[in-house]
């Protein structure tokens, strides 16, 4: 049975570990058990104690999950996957974090198939949101990239603002990201149950009491190849996909190649390796408004052994 992934998005100081907190209580009020990987960007564990001692926590120190330590990243989730008892697994990154590089970086080929990732959740500072000309343009980029592409928005510390001020930041919020639900509020103080029916591939949006509607933001779809396919067909199917697709990676069991091969794609550059060994043949394919039925269904037409 494939593991829930929710990811905790936002910049520093937003009120992730508070959110974190909540969602922990609520996974086990519902007898689900969680995990937890936390990244600092410093060498020094600093929200940890955040997490019980019967909740299974993994800790990347020093280094953006996106960045630096994806490789490590990999290495502690195989070891979760093999050495913990857990139902949902929570990743709180950093500040610094780009949500499409997450989303990139925890869905390994390697065991792609054993994760569903249900969606990104971002908190929203709104003293930091209404004082953003102080940040640097390249952090603004960041804050704004960390609200577009959630399925869930916690707009934090109501508190702060003045009654117009919070209305002009629900309107700004939803100008950069219609799709996502929104939340105003205090100490990160959100319905649990909201947060854990998301769904990455069909997300219902409102804000407050908005009408509810279907979009399709940020996803990932897995696909794992059950037989040999033929690489020319494979190069036109790459070709023929949408240019809403971020990332593909995975190992491809090409015909005339004694092991699978290694095919990265990045903002339309595809990538051959060849490969040394059986890797598990799991397709990644992350991207935005991506028809997932009909992605599965023209991968099935070149997997010449399905």
């Not at 390994?108 to 003293?127: H, K």
Request: proline share 3%; with cysteine; charged share 25%.
């Amino acid at each position: 049975m494939k593991k829930d992934v929710y990811i905790l998005s936002g910049f520093l100081g937003s009120g992730k570990t508070t959110l974190l907190k909540e969602l922990l209580q609520s996974l086990k009020d519902q007898n689900k058990k969680p995990a937890v990987l936390m990244n600092e960007l410093g060498n020094v564990s600093i929200d940890s104690d955040a997490v019980n001692d019967d909740t299974a926590l993994r800790e990347l120190l020093d280094g953006c999950i996106c960045c630096t330590i994806s490789e490590k990243l990999e290495s502690q989730l195989q070891e979760l996957l093999l050495n913990e008892e857990f139902d949902v697994l929570i990743i709180e990154t950093t500040g610094a974090a780009h949500p499409v590089e997450v989303v990139d970086s925890i869905l390994s080929p390697l065991f792609a198939d054993r994760f569903e990732f249900r969606g990104i959740i971002t908190v929203v500072d709104g003293l930091q949101w209404r004082n953003r000309a102080d940040f640097s343009p390249a952090v603004l980029h960041l804050m704004r990239e960390q609200i577009r592409h959630a399925q869930y928005i916690v707009a934090n510390k109501m508190d702060l603002l003045t009654e117009m001020e919070q209305g002009t930041f629900s309107y700004e919020l939803q100008q950069i990201n219609q799709n996502a639900k929104v939340y105003l509020t205090n100490y990160s103080r959100v319905s649990m149950e909201d947060i854990l029916s998301l769904r990455a591939d069909r997300v219902a949006v409102s804000h407050d009491r908005a009408p509810l509607g279907d979009h399709l933001t940020l996803q990932a779809v897995v696909y794992t190849f059950s037989g040999k396919v033929n690489g020319e067909a494979f190069e036109e199917w790459v070709k023929a996909q949408s240019d809403t697709i971020y990332r593909m990676k995975g190992y491809v069991p090409l015909q005339g190649r004694k092991h699978p091969t290694l095919f990265q794609y990045s903002y339309g550059m595809p990538l051959f390796m060849p490969g040394e060994m059986n890797y598990p043949t799991n397709f990644v394919i992350i991207g935005e408004n991506l028809h997932k039925k009909e992605i599965i269904q023209s991968l099935q037409e070149i997997d010449l052994m399905k």
